[in-house]
């Protein structure tokens, strides 16, 4: 009964360094999200997934990148990671229907120095 | 371009009480989806609701109620007799049903505390 699954659950990067965060979803979904939520505030789409092999631009994309070789895995890349980026990232998947709830996982907490 | 608005920031309440959390939205969609989803202290996300925009029933789960209006563009949430694990960080969203616009759009939360 995984639902969507992020790795890690927490970590601290020094500033220009690199990292992928890691998401899965076991149900077969077809959209999934990865969100970031900085402190007191509401979820911003980074990027979205309407299926494999396609990937679209959210709200705050800049200094992030996305792909969706498979159903299953949406891993976001942080290239130059920068303390603007400090965020817990929350990945989201969707089944058939876009209207349908988005199923979220625990979240990634994230800091850079 | 659409916008949730959540107005109230925080709310404290002494347990047993009534509680409404406020959410307006903004859509030029007809059709179009409302949520709202819970984050508790623990951090995770939870989903409670969805109303679709053509569905202007009230409904109640519980000590739980949503009341949707769309003549004010209103989304609103009721807490019947609140309880300490009520609280949590509670967020509205807006979906559009427009092709190649399928985003969900969150309010900033309203920061719910339940006083025992």
């Known amino acids: 009964n995984a639902g969507v699954t992020q790795t890690p659950k927490f970590r601290i990067l020094k500033i220009g360094q690199s990292m992928t965060l890691q998401c899965a979803q076991d149900?077969?979904?077809?959209?999934m999200y990865w969100y970031r939520q900085d402190p007191g505030m509401g979820l911003k789409l980074i990027y979205y997934s309407v299926g494999a092999g396609i990937t679209d631009k959210g709200e705050v994309p800049n200094g992030y990148n996305v792909s969706r070789s498979t159903t299953e895995d949406f891993p976001l890349r942080l290239e130059l990671a920068a303390p603007s980026q400090t965020s817990v990232y929350f990945c989201?998947?969707?089944?058939?229907?876009?209207?349908?709830?988005?199923?979220f996982g625990d979240g990634t907490r994230l800091s850079i120095l | 371009a659409q916008k949730v608005t959540q107005a109230q920031t925080e709310i404290s309440v002494v347990e047993k009480e009534d509680v409404t959390l406020d959410c307006v939205y903004e859509t030029r969609d007809t059709t179009y989806y409302l949520f709202w989803y819970k984050q508790p202290p623990s951090g995770e996300l939870v989903f409670l609701i969805r109303r679709n925009s053509f569905d202007e029933q009230n409904e109640i789960s519980g000590r739980y109620s949503w009341n949707f209006q769309k003549s004010t563009s209103s989304f609103n949430f009721t807490i019947t007799a609140s309880q300490v694990v009520d609280s949590a960080v509670y967020f509205c969203?807006?979906?559009?049903?427009?092709?190649?616009?399928?985003?969900?759009?969150f309010g900033t939360g309203t920061r719910l505390t339940i006083i025992p």
């Open positions: 969203a807006l979906l559009s049903s427009n092709f190649g616009n399928e985003k969900l759009t």
């Open positions: 989201a998947s969707t089944g058939t229907k876009i209207n349908q709830p988005q199923h």
């Open positions: 149900m077969n979904h077809n959209y």
